[in-house]
Nanobody, 123 residues
Framework: QVQLVESGGGLVQAGGSLRLSCAASGHTFIRYGMGWFRQAPGKEREFVATIGWSSASTYYADSVKGRFTISRDNARSTVDLQMNNLKPEDTAVYYC????????????????WGQGTQVTVSS
């Protein structure tokens, strides 16, 4: 049974930083993609960032480019999201994802989801 467990969410002031981490377990996939999506109250879930198996391929939503950095450690089956210069509009529940076929920027193509971690940015 695949499990994705996120950590690192919390409350931060605008301009501050947070680092989200996610640990994957219970699988034997190879060359899988990992990523982060988020969902703000009253809004649809949206793509944030994704990274391929070799870390050579990374993609970001335009709204977070230059502020967020995604990284992974295949030996530990973890993926991190470093979030800098946070803005109130970044407030959302952030979800870790795993996609067997590789990177994914679409909700419908993700295979597994974490339970989510709340990020709140105050103005």
């Amino acid at each position: 049974q695949v499990q994705l467990v996120e950590s690192g969410g919390g409350l931060v002031q605008a301009g501050g930083s947070l680092r989200l981490s996610c640990a994957a377990s219970g699988h034997t996939f190879i060359r899988y993609g990992m990523g982060w999506f988020r969902q703000a109250p009253g809004k649809e879930r949206e793509f944030v960032a994704t990274i391929g198996w070799s870390s050579a391929s990374t993609y970001y939503a335009d709204s977070v480019k230059g502020r967020f950095t995604i990284s992974r450690d295949n030996a530990r089956s973890t993926v991190d999201l470093q979030m800098n210069n946070l803005k109130p509009e970044d407030t959302a529940v952030y979800y870790c994802t795993l996609t067997q076929r590789g990177i994914s920027t679409m909700v419908t193509s993700v295979d597994f989801w974490g339970q989510g971690t709340q990020v709140t940015v105050s103005s």
